[in-house]
Nanobody, 124 residues
Framework: QVQLVESGGGLVQAGGSLRVSCAAS????????MGWFRQAPGKEREFVAA????????TYADSVKGRFTISRDNAKNTVYLQMNSLKPEDTAVYYC?????????????????WGQGTQVTVSS
């Protein structure tokens, strides 16, 4: 099993920045891709960004491209999501997820492991 724990959420004004982190533990050798998803009240969970554990290739949702950056620290088994130029519509619970192959996929059902989520609220 792989355990994922997010941290770093909070309240920020529109235009501000925030960084959320996800620490992986357990059978981390089986993890090849890490992703961030988000879910706003009354909406479906949506893809934000993903990164390959080896090599660092990334992919982003169009809604965050140019504003968010996903990165990983292999030594710490940690993935980060740096969020800049935040908008009120970015308000959601942000979830970290992991999958056991290297494809950068974007559907929630394609990820086997999930964290508990961290709230990000952007005020206008």
């Amino acid at each position: 099993q792989v355990q994922l724990v997010e941290s770093g959420g909070g309240l920020v004004q529109a235009g501000g920045s925030l960084r959320v982190s996800c620490a992986a533990s357990g059978r981390t050798f089986s993890v090849y891709t890490m992703g961030w998803f988000r879910q706003a009240p009354g909406k479906e969970r949506e893809f934000v960004a993903a990164v390959r554990w080896s090599g660092g290739s990334t992919t982003y949702a169009d809604s965050v491209k140019g504003r968010f950056t996903i990165s990983r620290d292999n030594a710490k088994n940690t993935v980060y999501l740096q969020m800049n130029s935040l908008k009120p519509e970015d308000t959601a619970v942000y979830y970290c997820a992991a999958r056991t192959d290297s494809r950068l996929l974007v559907r929630p059902d394609q990820y086997a492991y999930w964290g508990q989520g961290t709230q990000v609220t952007v005020s206008s």
